[in-house]
Structures are given as structure tokens and as C-alpha cells.
């Protein structure tokens, strides 16, 4: 019993040492209750990310709806006179090329745009320029370009498909990084060619 009495005295002794503590320090107290918060919710909810540790949870190359997207400009970048526009107005999408203005089919665009939006920032293979080649960055590189209204939202660069078949190899905008996306980009855009469409 004393060694219990002993133990419950020094318990409430340190007990009342924290209040006063607390009662006298409250500026650093509350500081470090939020940084303990804080920490709870960086582990708990990670919104910074630091757990993307699958390719779902990796952050996607454009952040914001599909449904937002009027225009999607395509083109092989090494090959001359292959740029064209698909644009949508009233819900209904429109092929533009060498001035001419022709019904899309939305099912085909839809897909492109889901193909894009699902690519994700994952997995890198490579940041190195003289690689660029080795990826599909030649004479088959692929420029899809996302329009909301006028402005650009950016624009992705594909190469080639990986061996698999199902994924392929972009860049994002100037980026000298290589990602593998789980994507066949190649295939959703049928190698940029405009009769697809």
C-alpha cells in the first residue's frame, strides 16, 4: 500500500508540475498541440502525397475534369501538315482539318480523354536526353494538346508502347522526364491520324 501510496503521490505530483506548466507556457503549449495535429493529419490523410506508393494514388498530369476539356490538338511533331483540332461545342464534337470542319465520333474522343487523364506522374524511366530516342521520341512521337476554352492546359508527348502492348512512354510539356503510363496512348489516338476521328 505505501509503495502504491508513493507511486499515486509522485503520479499526481508530476500530474500538477504539467498543469502549472501548461497554465504558465500556454504560447508553446498550443503550438505544439497544433504541430502534433498537424503531424496527425499529414500521416493520416497525406495530402501532400508522400504515400502515393500505387500508380492510382500517383497525381495525374492534368487536375481537372474531362467534361472541362473544348479542344484537343493532334499532331506527329516530326512529320509536316498533320496537325488537327478536335473541338466541341454543345456537347457534340467537330474534327478541323486543312480547313475543313467535320462531324467527330464522341465515342473515339471520349476514350482519348479518358486514356489522358488517367495517365499518371509514377513511374519514371528515364530524365536523360540522349534516351529520348531509345523511348519513341523520333519520328513517331505523338503531341496531344488539352485545351480548356482557349487556354492550354498542357500538353503530353507519346513515344512508344511498351512491350506489353498496353502501356506507353510520355513526357509532360518541356520535361526531359520519361514516365511509363498505364496507358496505350499510341492506340487512343491511333498514331494522331485524323480519319480515326
Known amino acids: 500500500l505505501l509503495v502504491k501510496g508513493k507511486s499515486m503521490k509522485s503520479i499526481l505530483d508530476n500530474y500538477t508540475k504539467l498543469i502549472e506548466f501548461v497554465s504558465k507556457n500556454i504560447a508553446f503549449t498550443l503550438t505544439a498541440t497544433n504541430i502534433v495535429f498537424l503531424l496527425l493529419i499529414l500521416i493520416i490523410k497525406d495530402p501532400l502525397g508522400f504515400r502515393a506508393n ?27 501538315e498533320t496537325k488537327f483540332e478536335l473541338v466541341k461545342e454543345a456537347d457534340e464534337w467537330s474534327l478541323l482539318t486543312k480547313g475543313k470542319k467535320l462531324p467527330a465520333d464522341k465515342e473515339r474522343v471520349d476514350s482519348l480523354l479518358k486514356s489522358v487523364f488517367n495517365a499518371r506522374r509514377y513511374t519514371v524511366v528515364s530524365s536523360s536526353k540522349d534516351k529520348a530516342n531509345e523511348y519513341g521520341f523520333n519520328e513517331d512521337e505523338i503531341k496531344v494538346e488539352i485545351f480548356q476554352n482557349e487556354t492550354s492546359l498542357g500538353y503530353l508527348l507519346v513515344g512508344s508502347v511498351s512491350s506489353d502492348g498496353v502501356s506507353s512512354h510520355i513526357k509532360w510539356k518541356d520535361s526531359d522526364d520519361i514516365y511509363l503510363v498505364e496507358e496505350n496512348l499510341k492506340a487512343t489516338t491511333n498514331r494522331a491520324e485524323f480519319s480515326y476521328f
Open 54 to 80: 500505387s500508380y492510382e494514388k500517383a497525381d495525374p498530369f492534368l487536375n481537372v475534369s474531362s467534361s472541362q476539356v473544348t479542344k484537343v490538338i493532334l499532331e506527329k511533331t516530326k512529320v509536316s
